[in-house]
């Protein structure tokens, strides 16, 4: 089934047996951004038309901020936009963005994803939610290892929210991050990054 089919965290739950907690998980760290970035956002901020394009949020907001983080980690992760996964007959469909090792391959192979990011469409959190715990399951059984800890964004033009997934235990963090506090955001997503790069290394 497709990842859209579970339209909430509850389904996914459910559907595979995963235990739901919340708490702080999120230790943001301190992250340089340079003003050309803050610039950018800022302008995207005030001129980008969002309300009726979900593309223009992932490539005015979400893309930016995560590539800019991505940068400081180009050597051992991957950053993967739009590609699809099957894993099996109950979870398939194309995470908006896959954060994974750099494969000794090359770039070109997609190798032990730690990482989804999807954009809460039409600003609904809870479907964005259902979407990306489903994804976080398909990358446990694609990774084919239930000991990574497997992270989770949603995010759209104004607000960021992350969860954890280890064994059959999601953490929801209970606090979420704003585009209006850059340095606090950058912070949060630098943090998840720095956890996907010291596992996969």
Same mark, same amino acid.
């Given at each position: 089934?497709?990842? @859209? ?15 739901? @907690? ?15 970035? #803050?610039?950018?956002?800022?302008? $995207? ?6 309300? $009726?394009?979900? +593309? ?5 907001? !979400?893309?930016?901020?995560? #590539? ?41 192979? /997609?190798?032990?994803?730690?990482? +989804? ?12 939610? &259902? ?9 446990? #059984? ?5 000991? /990574?800890? /497997? ?6 033009? $104004? ?16 606090? &979420?991050?704003? !585009?209006? $506090? ?12 720095e956890q996907c790069a010291a596992q996969v290394?």
């Open positions: 089934m497709p990842f @859209t089919t579970y339209g909430a965290i509850a389904d996914v739950i459910q559907a595979f047996g995963i235990c739901y @907690t919340e708490a702080d998980f999120v230790q943001p760290t301190a992250f340089v951004l340079s003003d050309y970035v #803050r610039a950018e956002l800022a302008f $995207n901020r005030a001129e980008v038309v969002v309300e $009726n394009s979900e +593309a223009a949020i992932c490539e005015a907001f !979400i893309y930016p901020i995560l #590539r800019e983080v991505w940068k400081a980690h180009k050597d051992q992760l991957m950053l993967w936009s739009h590609r699809t996964l099957r894993v099996d007959e109950q979870l398939s469909g194309q995470p908006d963005y896959l954060i994974a090792q750099r494969s000794p391959l090359g770039k070109v192979i /997609l190798e032990q994803p730690c990482l +989804a990011v999807v954009e809460a469409k039409q600003d609904n959190f809870t479907a964005g939610w &259902g979407k990306c715990t489903a994804e976080l399951v398909a990358l446990q #059984r694609f990774n084919d290892s239930a000991e /990574l800890t /497997l992270f989770g964004m949603v995010a759209n033009a $104004n607000r960021w929210e992350f969860a954890q997934l280890q064994g059959q235990h999601l953490t929801k963090n209970a606090t &979420g991050y704003n !585009i209006e $506090n850059l340095d606090s955001l950058f912070g949060a997503v630098s943090y998840v990054f290394s």
